[in-house]
């Protein structure tokens, strides 16, 4: 059988931590096919070249049969050249003492350039995510600079926040994780975000029934199970001394396949997506939505219940990234 044509992978700070899980994954046929060949183009700043160097050594190293080759670069132009997918992970990250602002003000300069060689550069159905924190106001960003590409595009990953509520559902009822379906986040990867079962349910002694039904306890699913997810990035932080990385290069690999290959019959998947208005949320808003996909397009789910409890929660999260938004245009329009 002849052999796919390769497609063209971006990796934007892939010498640090997160990319050098992703890496690996992506070179192994795990996002985008087990029959699909690669280029990887991995994009990182001047001082971090002699990391990529050994980095790319490894992927020598690794024997991977679907990968054709890599450029590694600090040029966003020669890294978007006709890129197909980009994980958009590098950043600025926060340092202790920083104001919002002054983060928002140096992830503008990073996504404004990338967002403009993506634009000129990148094919124009090239699906972009951003990994890199503020992650949604960073998709706007990029996809505000690059207007030739359409703007349901630009994604941002709550993907990770996803994963964890579905693990922590699937461990208190004693579970196996891939029991716990149509888990939502909803809003801002932040400690905003709302992780909503209301709509989850759950394969128990193979009857398929409600979250709230299985776990009998409606206090501590709206009180500690949300806070447990909200807060679990920086817990932890707290452990490792450094941020999530394997599990958040994993729940790269598990968007983007998503977006790529679809989800299947019944499922949903969050994504923060540029809103259309859907269940109130002002338009233009990178927010994280319940979505489907399929022919590599996603459809945020509608008709979905929406208590007293979750219309509060959407509105705070809503709320952050209205104002992360209108700092973000004020730094473009200067
Ligand atoms: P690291 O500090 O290990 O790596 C970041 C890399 O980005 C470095 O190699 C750095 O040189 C590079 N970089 C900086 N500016 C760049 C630019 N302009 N162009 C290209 N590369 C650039 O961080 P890591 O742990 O890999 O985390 C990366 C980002 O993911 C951070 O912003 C982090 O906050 C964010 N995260 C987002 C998550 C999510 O769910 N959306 C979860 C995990 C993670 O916290």
Known sequence: MAQKAPI???VTGAAGQIAYSLIQMIANGDVF????????????????MGVLEGVC???DDLALPLVKGYVKTVEPEEAFKDADAAFLVGSMPRREGME?????AANVKIFKVQGQALD??????????????????NAFICSYYAPSIPKENFTAMTRLDQNRAQSFIAKQLG???SHVQNVTI?????????????NAKVLQNSKLM???DAIKDTKWLESDFIKTIQTRGAAVIKARKMSSAMSAAKAAVDHMHDWWHGTSNGNWVSMAVVSDGSYGIPKDLVFSFPVTISNKKWEIVQGLNITDFARSKLDFTANELVEEKNEAEIVCSA
């Open 8 to 10: 063209r992978i971006v």
């Open 33 to 48: 096919g087990k029959d699909q060949p690669i280029y990887l183009h991995l994009l990182d700043i001047p001082v971090a």
């Open 57 to 59: 050594m490894e992927i």
């Open 100 to 104: 919002r602002k002054d983060l928002l």
């Open 120 to 137: 000129k550069y990148a094919k124009k159905d090239v699906k972009v995510l951003v990994v890199g924190n503020p992650a949604n106001t």
């Open 175 to 177: 579970i196996c994780v």
């Open 186 to 198: 909803w809003g801002n990867h932040s400690s905003t975000q709302f992780p909503d079962v209301i």
């Open 210 to 212: 409600g979250v709230y």
